[in-house]
Nanobody
Framework: QVRLVESGGGLVQPGGSLTLSCKAI????????LGWFRQAPGKQREPVAH???????NYADSVKGRFTISRDNVYRTVSLRMNSLTPEDTAVYYC?????????WGQGTQVTVSS
């Protein structure tokens, strides 16, 4: 059974930083691409960052230069380092992967950027 467990969300002031982590269970981790998505209140879920099995990365334009996605194949985790946060980054952040044609999501972790 595939499980994705996110952690690291919280409340941060504008300009601050947070690091999210996602631990993956039930997949051959090093062979899978993973992604981070987010969903703000009243908005659709949107992609934020993606990392391939070979650690190639892609980012949404809105977070380029501020967010960094990385993976640790030993600890089976994917992380999202978020710098220079703004209120527009407030959302529930979800970890995502695919296996055998199915898409899997974590439960989400809330990030709130507010003074």
């Amino acid at each position: 059974q595939v499980r994705l467990v996110e952690s690291g969300g919280g409340l941060v002031q504008p300009g601050g930083s947070l690091t999210l982590s996602c631990k993956a269970i039930g997949i051959n981790f090093r062979l899978h691409a993973l992604g981070w998505f987010r969903q703000a209140p009243g908005k659709q879920r949107e992609p934020v960052a993606h990392i391939s099995s070979s650690s190639e990365t892609n980012y949404a334009d809105s977070v380029k230069g501020r967010f960094t996605i990385s993976r640790d194949n030993v600890y089976r985790t994917v992380s999202l380092r978020m710098n220079s946060l703004t209120p527009e980054d407030t959302a529930v952040y979800y970890c995502n992967t695919n296996r055998s044609g199915s898409t899997f999501w974590g439960q989400g972790t809330q990030v709130t950027v507010s003074s």
